[in-house]
T-cell receptor
Framework: AQRVTQPEKLLSVFKGAPVELKCNYSYSGSPELFWYVQYSRQRLQLLLRHISRESIKGFTADLNKGETSFHLKKPFAQEEDSAMYYCALRGVSNTGKLIFGQGTTLQVKP | DVKVTQSSRYLVKRTGEKVFLECVQDMDHENMFWYRQDPGLGLRLIYFSYDVKMKEKGDIPEGYSVSREKKERFSLILESASTNQTSMYLC?????????????FGPGTRLTVL
């Protein structure tokens, strides 16, 4: 079964501290993985996707097929990073259907 | 810039009422989706549509139906609203095919069923 697990409901760090939001997935093929973010009073939006291998707002995420993980990392958290973060998986299909994790709220304290 | 709009930001309905949630996108996207967003449960897919008049059930379709008569519009219908359908409802759209296609979300409709 396809599944995405984000084990932490809430992650609270101080400004300037490193951040790692965990994401584990279950999928038998080659998945596409994404991170979506929702800032307060804003709509959900794409943060980054693994195939792009890009860094967005200082965040990176590496797909580890051996550990079936796609953790989101940032070396120095900023207060404006406070938001809800969702990890999502897309299997091989043309429907664009995504499976989302439960979400992790990141709280960056001053 | 992709725009996905939802007809209401807040809605309050009574148990047993028929409820319509409307979603419109302006980027000619083939795919459209309806999700529920609940704390601790994340986003759960209710229904999606990959073409006009085409629909497929998501993970939690019970108590819901959908309609897609035009490419830009995807409606979610609660035939007889119940209190356990109180939630935030998000609509999204995306292009069809290709690797890494992005879903674009609407602002959400917070539905309260009394």
């Amino acid at each position: 079964a396809q599944r995405v697990t984000q084990p932490e409901k809430l992650l609270s760090v101080f400004k300037g501290a490193p951040v790692e939001l965990k994401c584990n997935y279950s999928y038998s093929g080659s998945p596409e993985l994404f991170w979506y973010v929702q800032y307060s009073r804003q709509r959900l939006q794409l943060l980054l996707r693994h195939i792009s291998r890009e860094s967005i707002k200082g965040f990176t995420a590496d797909l580890n097929k051996g550990e079936t993980s796609f953790h989101l990392k940032k070396p120095f958290a900023q207060e404006e990073d406070s938001a809800m973060y969702y990890c999502a998986l897309r299997g091989v299909s043309n429907t664009g259907k995504l499976i989302f994790g439960q979400g992790t709220t990141l709280q960056v304290k001053p | 810039d992709v725009k996905v709009t939802q007809s209401s930001r807040y809605l309050v309905k009574r148990t047993g009422e028929k409820v319509f949630l409307e979603c419109v996108q302006d980027m000619d996207h083939e795919n459209m989706f309806w999700y529920r967003q609940d704390p601790g449960l994340g986003l759960r897919l209710i229904y999606f549509s990959y073409d006009v008049k085409m629909k497929e059930k998501g993970d939690i379709p019970e108590g819901y139906s959908v309609s897609r008569e035009k490419k830009e519009r995807f409606s979610l219908i609660l035939e007889s609203a119940s209190t356990n359908q109180t939630s935030m409802y998000l609509c999204a759209s995306s292009v069809s095919g290709g690797a890494g296609d992005t879903q674009y979300f609407g602002p959400g409709t917070r539905l309260t069923v009394l």
